[in-house]
């Protein structure tokens, strides 16, 4: 077990760019969330997945916004066309359905869009 | 969710117990109250959980009132490591999404 990782850590881009992040959950993990966090707030919900299912989008997560979990074990959070706005900690958590309910989180990628 | 109210900052010395209140005056019967804790540039680490009774483990005790309106997280003997934004959650969906506020910033000092 060693954790929930994030890459990259950091991330800069220029406004109208493309950027992707991945999230490798804890090995055997079923369930992986995604939330935002911009200065000062706490995390917001995202999306989820159970397995290679995403089975609930929020509506912060824009049509700009695309997720996979394509099998099941790491996910990747897609921005398109970046915005001011979009700069923010993207984190991501996992969970064990039906052992416990500790989400692990990831240490967070910053993405800061200039 | 239900919502929840915590005090924007709390401060505590070194090896002293820290006390963090959160009010959730409109939690519902099945609803678990969370704790987790955010060290700067840090992902949130869980604390504790509780639904009724009081909790304790090596990180902390949770007190929960008896009509579930409110809740006390204890760090019996903080260290200036605790020193962290400390998050009230009280719901949690059957998927786990969890909602978080704004938190307490709690700052141990020597």
């Known amino acids: 077990d060693t954790g929930v990782s994030q890459n990259p850590r950091h991330k800069i881009t220029k406004r109208g760019q493309n950027v992707t992040f991945r999230c490798d959950p804890i090995s055997e993990h079923n369930r992986l969330y995604w939330y935002r966090q911009t200065l000062g707030q706490g995390p917001e919900f995202l999306t989820y997945?159970?397995?290679?299912?995403?089975?609930?989008k929020s509506r912060l997560l824009s049509d700009r916004f695309s997720a996979e979990r394509p099998k099941g074990s790491f996910s990747t959070l897609e921005i398109q066309r970046t915005e001011q706005g979009d700069s923010a900690m993207y984190l991501c958590a996992s969970i064990r359905q039906g052992v416990g309910n500790e989400q692990f989180f990831g240490p967070g990628t910053r993405l800061t869009v200039l | 969710d239900a919502k929840t109210t915590q005090p924007p900052s709390m401060d505590c010395a070194e090896g002293r117990a820290a006390n963090l209140p959160c009010n959730h005056s409109?939690?519902?019967?099945?609803?678990?109250v969370y704790w987790y804790r955010q060290i700067h540039s840090q992902g949130p680490q869980y604390i504790i959980h509780?639904?009724?009774n009081n909790e304790t483990n090596e990180m902390a005790s949770l007190i929960i009132t008896e009509d579930r309106k409110s809740s006390t997280l204890i760090l019996p003997h903080a260290t200036l490591r605790d020193t962290a934004v400390y998050y009230c959650?009280?719901?949690?969906?059957?998927?786990?999404?969890?909602?978080f506020g704004q938190g307490t910033i709690l700052t141990v000092h020597p």
């Open positions: 997945f159970q397995n290679e299912a995403q089975l609930e």
């Open positions: 509780g639904l009724k």
């Open positions: 409109t939690i519902s019967g099945n609803e678990y």
């Open positions: 959650i009280a719901g949690g969906t059957s998927y786990g999404k969890l909602t």
